[in-house]
């Protein structure tokens, strides 16, 4: 469109020039011209402003994983890279669907990502997910009713851009997963890592040691060969990344859990930023500590209209939604407000 206008715009003022003297006409001309144009781009800047939103992460904020095994490795540490270098490549790897990994290492080692637009809370719905690589052992383990596989439980925070700057600056609220109220779990628990000549610590930063602070949640694992060669961890029922597949529904998350520092409900009508942060403070022999991974996040109400209707994939046809993902039809009504308008191939969000 901006092509468009600023060849109408070339045409506009080539018209006038060639036709100086000013007849009526041309002149009359002229300002219709003008007029189109102002038109166009009031559209265009409308159009622009109502660009379509991704349900994916946009930024990663902050990368901090604490010691782990995978910490130089997901992502790749090069000699020479520092933190943002580093904080850099967790982007690459996690944004914009692009479905790469990242380790968080060992407890308390944590990301903060954030979307383009505000994820909203509706009420008594999942709002969003943070992928992982969770899976469920194949011997069908279970405890209490708990699937058992590679369950990793990271811990998920949420923000507000309350000070409306674009910027994580403000007031975090825990997720209250299923085991918030567990009584062995731990709030407020504290631990330092010291650098060792292991080489799991984060190879980027200078400092000797490290220090996280939050809420460790209780072990997870069983030795089931008891000799130390076969682990299971056990999924916690809902709340936690990399906890459950990511195709299952206990892995999507609700911001209606969302709780103040004194465990009250936080209602926050949508969120700007989430970071995760491993959750549990364990080895498991050979496997090692256990270390929440992530490779994206997913805004869920920006893709279940969507999704849900996967007989549009088949046409070409035109299907427009609200932006929660209610289809509405295959034209724009003529109600003011933003839908969702989605082709086979394209998805935009239009101000109507
Ligand atoms: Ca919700
Ligand atoms: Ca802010
Ligand atoms: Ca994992």
């Known amino acids: ?18 036709t100086f003297p000013l007849s009526p006409f041309t002149f009359q001309f002229s300002i219709y011209m003008k007029r189109v144009v102002f038109i ?37 540490y ?19 669907d692009n479905r790469g990994m990242i380790s968080l290492g060992g407890w308390g080692g944590y990301v903060v990502f954030g979307f383009d637009h505000m994820i909203e809370n509706i009420a008594g719905q999942n709002d969003f997910i943070v992928l992982g690589n969770a899976f ?18 990271g811990i998920v925070l949420v923000s507000y851009d309350a000070n409306g700057n674009g910027q994580p600056d403000d007031e975090w609220y825990e997720l209250a997963g299923s085991e918030y109220t567990n009584p062995l779990t731990i709030h407020g628990y504290t631990l330092t ?30 030795d089931l060969s008891g000799t130390g060669t076969y682990y299971v961890q056990y999924a916690y029922p809902w709340g936690y990344v990399d ?30 930023f989430v970071k995760v942060y491993t959750g549990v403070n364990q080895q498991c022999g050979w496997l090692g500590e256990t270390s929440t991974e992530i490779i994206g996040a997913t805004d869920l109400h920006l893709l279940t209209g969507l999704d849900a209707n996967t007989s549009d994939y088949s046409t070409d046809a035109c299907m427009v939604y609200t932006l929660t993902g209610i289809p509405v039809g295959t034209t724009l009504p003529n109600a003011h407000g933003i839908y969702i308008v989605r082709t086979r191939s394209t998805t935009q969000k239009i101000c109507r």
């Not at 000699?79 to 914009?96: F, T, V, W, Y």
């Open 243 to 272: 906890n459950h597949p990511n195709s299952s529904e206990q892995a999507q998350l609700n911001i209606d859990w969302a709780v103040t520092a004194q465990g009250e409900p936080a209602n926050l009508p949508g969120i700007h």
């Open 40 to 76: 166009l781009s009031l559209f265009t800047f409308q159009f622009s402003i109502c660009k379509a939103q991704s349900p994916y992460i946009s930024h990663v904020w902050d990368f901090l994983p604490a010691p782990g095994q995978f910490v130089n490795s997901l992502p790749e």
């Open 193 to 222: 890592y010291h650098r060792s000549s292991s080489g799991t610590f984060p190879a980027w930063i200078d400092a000797d040691s490290l220090t996280f602070t939050g809420t460790r949640l209780p072990d997870n694992y069983e």
């Open 1 to 18: 469109m901006k092509r468009h206008i600023f060849i109408l715009s070339l045409f506009t003022f080539q018209f006038s020039l060639f």
């Open 136 to 153: 469920y052992s194949s011997t069908g383990a279970e405890q209490d009713g708990r699937p058992g596989g590679s369950c990793e439980p």
């Open 78 to 96: 090069e000699s020479g890279d520092d933190a943002e270098a580093m904080r850099m490549k967790a982007e690459e790897a996690i944004a914009n």
